[in-house]
């Protein structure tokens, strides 16, 4: 059984910093697409960013570009985003998903989500 848990979310103000981990079980997971994903309130859920299970290959949305980086540690079986400069907009529901092959953008390719966890960013 596939499992995923997101960690580290949290109230931040503008301009600070979040770091978001999730630990995957259950998974072949060096063959493994992860990603995190965001959702607002009244929003659809949207990605945020992605990595192959050959870490180099990464996806950004263009609205975290600069801001965010995404990082796997394959020995450890756990995914990160580092989130930096964050802006009040940034405030959402964060999740961790995986799927097997290769990365995508769109949301009904992944198989497996997290419980999410809470971002906000406010002064």
Known sequence: QVQLVEDGGGLVQPGGSLRLSCAASGLTFSDAAMAW??????????????????????????????????????????????MNSLKPEDTAVYYCTTRNGDL????????????????????
Do not use: C, M
């Open 37 to 82: 994903f965001r959702q607002a309130p009244g929003k659809e859920r949207e990605i945020v960013a992605a990595v192959n299970w050959g870490a180099p290959v990464k996806y950004y949305a263009e609205f975290v570009k600069g801001r965010f980086t995404i990082s796997r540690n394959n020995a450890e079986n756990t995914v990160s985003l580092q």
């Open 104 to 123: 995508s953008r769109s949301r009904v390719d992944y198989h497996y989500w997290g419980q999410g966890t809470q971002v906000t960013v406010s002064s």
